[in-house]
């Protein structure tokens, strides 16, 4: 596929699954054997999936806000901006606070027959930890 229709898989993904928070629409963007370059979540889209029902379940007014996509060939990265209200429980065992989150998150997606199959992510962890509790606030 070309980079811009894997743009497109990318884009309809993050439209389904992080702003709708639509983790049965998984199986039309996501191969079973998914990679995951991230300590936190599991390997396959079973993984994917049971990160994010607990990240939904603790905010459960996530969203993912697309700043900036650029594609080169099977890989899509995006450049967005995570907010939403920490009221739940579930996010690697803290308890809710009542806070809300905004910070960034570069994500790269590598796809093969138009579908997701790897990915890694880069994400400002400092700002998200301290806004729901876990780390102190430094002036």
Not at 33 to 50: C, E, L, M, R, S
Not at 97 to 119: A, I, P, S, W
Not at 131 to 136: D, I
Request: glycine share 8%; hydrophobic share 40%; net charge negative.
């Amino acid at each position: 596929m070309s980079a811009e229709k894997n743009k497109k898989v990318v884009q309809e993904f993050y439209e389904e699954v992080f702003r709708k928070r639509d983790l049965a629409a998984i199986d039309r963007f996501m191969h079973d054997n998914y990679i995951q370059h991230n300590p936190d979540a599991d390997q396959g889209k079973i993984g994917f999936v049971q990160f994010h029902v607990g990240f939904f379940r603790a905010i459960p007014d996530f969203c993912a806000n697309i700043n900036q996509m650029v594609a080169e060939g099977d890989l899509v990265f995006v450049y967005n901006t995570i907010t939403g209200t920490h009221t739940g429980a579930g996010f690697l065992g803290y308890p809710p606070t009542g806070n809300k989150v905004n910070f960034d998150v570069v994500d790269m997606f590598r796809l093969r027959d138009g579908r997701l199959c790897e990915h890694w992510d880069v994400a400002d962890t400092r700002a998200l930890f301290t806004q729901v509790g876990a780390l102190k606030k430094t002036d």
